[in-house]
């Protein structure tokens, strides 16, 4: 109960990579904030925001070193100012107090840190940040990149701002901690190798396995043992696993990443790496978030329920029972769903 109490379920969305606001980048629902577990009144002050899938066309800022801490120490600086020198960024208020169009940046000078009333250390700049920019990174420059030394606790807009350090110390070594923590993605559960028992497909996210988890309909922990049935799959965001083609074996639809195409990964029933060849089932898909793959208008062919993240608009995208692109075209079945989290498609 310690761990699950600060895994919090969600309902946001963010956009990723964009620095107009609104438009561009790459939109993710949130699918869990994971807060660090020590948080009291501010202090250890940072958390995770768990996305509903991979972001691929935006290169990350790195996170800083221990052996970079010199960079955000507060007393090196260059030959005209006796500190260090950062970057703030974000969305807050601007002078006027109005929330800018446009990502807001400036250019600080890191004084000597300040620990807060518990002895946590809290990396200090002379000005910037404002109401609204809270959990923005600051950045510091090492070997001509820049890299991020902090997240923002808090600011006066007019004066001194406060940041939690994750570059260094306890806050970077829990961060870490948590991104090995959470290995698994799941695909879909159905029964694969057809032996009258429901299994889980999930992806092992550091290394792109595809697992299939046997389940033999026991409430406890199944004893067979995971079958490895793909490889490959890190690029991948699954929309659901189902008898697309009618064959009487369960599929994987899942959409690659970097080209925004969903395929289908025929089934063969069975408890290995599938012999068949995946086949093209669209193109454009980049911004969709799959809802689930049911026969959503009862004529006898598995359909794609999903929607358009820039417009919030949910389409049914009918299928045919074939391997290849699907001839009907997809038919708007809502709108208004922005801020909705799927949770799946059944009778």
């Known amino acids: 109960m310690g761990v699950l109490r600060h895994r919090i379920l969600v309902d946001v969305s963010v956009r990723v990579g964009n620095t107009v606001s609104g438009t561009g980048g790459e939109p993710r629902r949130v699918t869990r904030i994971v807060s660090h577990p020590q948080y009291v009144g501010g202090h250890n002050d940072v958390a995770l925001l768990v996305l509903s899938a991979p972001v691929t066309t935006v290169a990350p800022v790195r ?109 970077r070594t829990w961060l870490l901690g948590q991104l090995t923590a959470l290995p698994y993605a799941h695909f879909g559960t159905t029964d694969w190798d057809r032996d009258g028992h429901q299994d889980i497909v999930a992806r092992e996210d550091a290394t792109g396995t595809l697992w299939l988890y046997l389940g033999d309909s026991r409430r406890g922990y199944p004893q067979a043992v995971p079958v490895r049935i793909g490889t490959g799959w890190a690029g991948h965001t699954p929309l659901g696993v189902a008898d697309w083609d009618r064959d009487g074996n369960p599929d994987v639809l899942a959409r690659q990443d970097s080209t925004g195409e969903p395929w289908l990964h025929p089934g063969t029933g069975t408890r290995g790496v599938p012999g068949t060849t995946r ?20 004529d006898g062919h598995r359909d794609i329920v999903a929607r358009d993240n820039d417009t919030g608009t949910l389409w049914l995208y009918p299928g045919d029972s074939r391997r290849g692109v699907p001839t009907v075209g997809r038919v708007q079945i ?12 059944v009778d």
């Open 334 to 345: 809502g709108n208004g769903w922005a801020g909705f989290s799927p949770f799946g498609a």
């Open 63 to 171: 996170l800083a070193t221990p052996a970079e801490a010199h960079l955000w120490d507060g007393v090196q600086g260059g030959p005209f100012s006796p500190y260090d020198d950062g970057i703030a960024t974000g969305w807050g208020r601007d002078g006027s107090g109005r929330l800018p169009s446009r990502l807001q940046f400036v250019g600080v000078s890191i004084t000597p840190p300040a620990p807060d009333n518990l002895g946590i250390k809290r990396i200090m700049v002379d000005r910037g940040p404002c109401q609204g920019d809270s959990g923005s990174p600051l950045l510091v420059r090492s070997g001509g990149l820049l890299v991020q030394a902090g997240v923002l606790k808090g600011a006066s807009c007019t004066g001194a701002a406060s940041y939690s350090e994750v570059g260094a110390g306890t806050n």
């Open 279 to 298: 086949v093209l089932l669209g193109w454009g898909w980049n911004s969709f978030t799959s809802f689930g793959v049911t026969d959503w208008d009862r």
